[in-house]
């Protein structure tokens, strides 16, 4: 489980300018909200929430493939070859962000 402080941290933690996915959420989006004095508090502890519902395994089946699915792109290299890129959806980029962020020793 995450606490809201972990949450807190990787939301901004995402650099500026990082693209939205299919949804048109950007991280920028979540950072802002979060740094609000009405707001941030409340998406916080919702964000909390759910990325434990979602490190607890309990993502419901009908929407798994579509949230943790991202579409590929395939970019040319200078070098030859190609660059896979995959654009997913901002929360599921936090949910994988959070746990990374934590300290192990803790």
Do not use: W, Y
Not at 10 to 35: E, I, K, M, T
Not at 40 to 56: D, K, Q, S, V
Not at 90 to 100: A, E, I, N, Q, Y
């Amino acid at each position: 489980m995450v606490d809201e402080d972990d949450v807190r941290k990787a939301v901004l933690s995402f650099p500026a300018g990082s693209a939205g996915g299919p949804d048109g959420l950007r991280p920028q989006h979540l950072r802002d909200v979060v740094l609000c004095k009405e707001a941030g508090p409340e998406l916080i502890a919702a964000l909390t929430g759910f990325i434990n519902l979602l490190l607890a395994g309990r993502c419901a089946t009908g929407v798994a493939p579509v949230f943790f699915g991202g579409r590929l792109l395939a970019l040319s290299k200078k070098s030859g070859g190609v660059h896979p890129i995959a654009i997913g959806f901002s929360l599921r980029l936090l949910h994988l962000s959070v746990p990374t962020n934590l300290d192990p020793t803790a």
